[in-house]
């Protein structure tokens, strides 16, 4: 940090210096105005850089105390309301720290649900509602993934909505994965619509996503099955893979005769698989 500083500041002297050199004595006036002003410049920067990195310092460490807090503190007698004073101090941090933990190990039922019950009383999850309209593609992604780990029904019924118009391909896959996570049923067919003339990356993506939900997906079968969009075939075609039923068969010999190549082919293949 230091020595990025400091060729910052060395470079914009030696520039300096080049431009003194090469005026005449009588412009030197200006040459000094020069040097004050790349001067106010190097000095900024250097309070911007420093500033950077002392907010960088001060949130990984206050990840770190939340993470130690929801780990060892945080005990079957403590109060959802004890919790809370706990969140209040800086709740995005907060739910970076419950994330990374739960991302690794499962916390116990009733730890969880406390924390979750916390989150709920202080309508943070109103917060991340919000959060989804910001013009920030980051924030609005931070908001999706935060959402997919607080229970709320606002939330969900928000993200199928925000799903729909939502720009940003980053943004949707996020959407999907809480969708997916809080088990969000009813919006499967929102996800799916989402599919419709997007990159085969997000498809892809989106699929892998909705195996966590394979036998429910499957049961939109019936409504999807007249839909000739390859990207929603590709989807039932994997699910098929993981719900080898009757009916799921009956689709894929569907797809054999009646998809484009592309998709009769996958279809054949898992076919032959089940």
Same mark, same amino acid.
């Given at each position: ?21 090469? &005026?005449?004595?009588?412009? =030197? ?9 790349? !001067? ?21 460490? !206050? ?14 007698? %403590? ?13 995005? =941090? ?12 499962? &916390?116990?039922? %009733? ?7 916390? &989150? ?49 391909? #980053?943004?949707? =896959? ?20 989402? !599919?419709?003339?997007?990159?085969? %990356? ?8 909705? #195996? ?8 939109? !079968? ?9 990207? &929603? ?24 005769? #009646? ?10 293949? %898992?076919?032959?698989?089940?």
């Amino acid at each position: 940090m230091a020595e990025d500083i400091s060729s910052i500041v060395s470079g914009l002297i030696d520039s300096v210096s080049l431009a003194v050199d090469s &005026l005449p004595y009588q412009s =030197l006036i200006v040459a000094l105005v020069l040097v004050g002003s790349y !001067l106010v410049v190097a000095i900024g920067t250097m309070l911007f850089l420093s500033g950077e990195w002392l907010l960088r310092r001060r949130d990984e460490s !206050l990840t770190t105390r939340f993470q130690n807090f929801i780990a060892y503190k945080i005990q079957e007698n %403590t109060s959802p309301e004890n919790i809370s004073k706990v969140i209040q101090k800086a709740p995005f =941090l907060f739910m970076d720290a419950f994330i990374r933990i739960e991302s690794q190990v499962r &916390l116990p039922d %009733t730890q969880r649900e406390r924390i979750e019950a916390a &989150l709920l009383a202080l309508r943070f999850d109103i917060v991340l509602i919000r959060e989804l309209s910001r013009r920030a593609v980051n924030r609005r992604c931070r908001a999706a993934v935060q959402l997919a780990y607080i229970p709320s029904t606002a939330a969900a019924a928000t993200l199928a909505h925000r799903l729909q118009y939502e720009a940003s391909t #980053q943004v949707k =896959l996020r959407i999907v994965f809480a969708l997916v996570r809080t088990r969000c049923i009813q919006s499967i067919p929102s996800i799916l619509d989402s !599919l419709q003339g997007s990159h085969r %990356t997000y498809q892809n993506q989106v699929s892998a996503l909705l #195996q966590e939900l394979a036998y429910d997906v499957a049961e939109f !079968l019936p409504v999807m099955f007249n839909r000739t969009e390859p990207e &929603l075939q590709r989807v039932f075609v994997r699910t098929a893979g993981s719900v080898p039923t009757p009916q799921m068969q009956s689709y894929l010999m569907h797809l054999v005769q #009646q998809a484009d190549r592309d998709v009769a082919h996958e279809a054949l293949s %898992t076919l032959v698989g089940c």
